[in-house]
Each structure stands twice: as C-alpha cells, then as structure tokens.
C-alpha cells in the first residue's frame, strides 16, 4: 500500500526543553504508516523557507520520505508551542496559525500533482490542512481525513466533507457511547465507509459500514502522547487498507501507537531552537 500526507505541517516546540520536533497531522500520518509498513508515503504542502522549515524536510529525507511536490516559500513554517502535563499529555499553548505559510497560501491541486498522487492508494489530510476546497479532485482515491475533536466541526462541516472521503476519524474522549452511535449512523450515512473514534484511555471504537470493533489500549509508561493519534490513524490505513480485516488493523495500530508515547515528540528528531 502506498499512501500520501497532504496539508499541514508544523514543528512541535517544546519551550521546556528548548527543542523543536517534526510534527502537523498530514505529514504525521503518512510517516507513521511508512514505519507500519507502507511500501511507499509521501508528504506534499507548504513549508516555509527558514529553520523549522528545514528541520521538516531533513527529518522527512532522513524517513524515506518521497518529497519531490512539497512547495517551499518565503513565508513563516507552522511553529505550535507545547508543554506537557504530569501524565505526559501534549497541551498546545501558543500558536503561528495566523502567519504560516499554510494560512497565507492556499494548497492548490494541480494537473502536475494530481499525475503525482495516481501512484497513491491513500491520501490522508486533517481539518488542519484547510483542503476543502480541493477534495473535489481527489475523490478517484480513498481518501481519509481527521476531524480531531467535536469542537472542530459540526454537521454542516460534516455535509460538506464526508461525501468526498472513504475514511474518516475523531477524536472523543469526551463523546459517550450513544453520542459515537449517533456520529456512526450520520457520517456513514453521507457516503464514508469506515468510521473511528479514539477516546485516549478509553477504547477506541471504529465502525465498518456499522459493523462495530472495540479495541482497547495497550498499558505503557507514557513519556508524551504528542503523535499518539496520528501513529494509530497511519498504521490503521496501513494494515486496514491491505487486509480489510478491521480487528486485526485496529489491534496492529493500538500497539504501534502505544509505542510512540514512549518518546518525545510525534516521531522524533528533537532539535536546539529558540522560538
């Protein structure tokens, strides 16, 4: 299986600690499903031309990373401050949002870049990447997107994206069973044909076409769950796009994703910066 992260970007900047970490759900996604085991990924957005910039791309090269459609401008790289509480939760206190290169240029979808992502058999991109408006194009694929929490998004956000999408995830921690039912039925109602939920400490629990799996975390001694959601979606795609044994992906990507809250950061590759 061969698959794609489109849309953000960030460096993950832990003041404490003075270093800044590769980091943006896209990018994320697709890194972690080449470490799952995906024959191919590639990352494709906008990176500013500076330091974090530069931290992303020698990070992306050092995973094997296909990176040949990334643009590259004159513009600020996301930069998300982090700080991490007693239980080794990631908590985002600052944000460049508003002056990235993601936020003052649009990703535009050309002919050159949809020839590209005709190799691919997953595109994977998040309510991070400001792509609705190019979803459109991308419907010929399998097409995955994360919600992230309920307080993204709500059903007129849903209308509008989940026609185009074969899978789709959410994070709900905060959302109780009856309230993921209701979320199972609606989405896949508007075409989406796989449906996850990840609820941290809790079971996550996904939905095939309302056939529903549970599966619960593997115990581990969490150093920082930055990634944690990002490593389950990327090995999921990975083992659930090959087998279509949706047990087995969900019990292959529970394990992976326990083992990236051993470490800092989403994936590694701490470095000195001042921010």
Known sequence: MKLI????????????????????????AAVFAKRSGCEKASYLGIIGRDEPGGHII??????????A????????SGVATVSLNAEGDRVFVASNKAKRAQSMLALKINADDLDYIAEY???HTSINSDLEHELAKLREKAV????????RWDNDYLHQV?????YAFFSGSD??????????DFVHKLGVRVVGVTRGANPAVFSEGGKVTEQVPIPTDVVDTMGAGDSLIGAFLRHYHESR?????LREATAFASAVCGYHGAFGYGKQAVL
């Not at 460096?11 to 990018?27: C, E, H, S």
């Open 69 to 76: 459609r990334i643009r590259t401008v004159d513009a600020p």
């Open 175 to 184: 959302m109780s069973r009856s309230e993921i039912d209701d979320l199972f």
């Open 121 to 123: 058999d997953v595109i």
């Open 144 to 151: 995955s997107f994360d919600f992230s929490t309920r307080n």
């Open 58 to 67: 020698e990070s992306l090269k050092r995973e094997g990373l296909d990176i």
């Open 162 to 166: 989940c026609p185009y999408l074969t």
């Open 245 to 249: 044994d949706m047990a087995y992906a």
């Open 5 to 28: 992260g489109i849309g953000d970007s960030v460096v993950d900047f832990y003041k404490d600690q003075g270093l800044m970490y590769p980091g943006g759900n896209a990018l994320n």
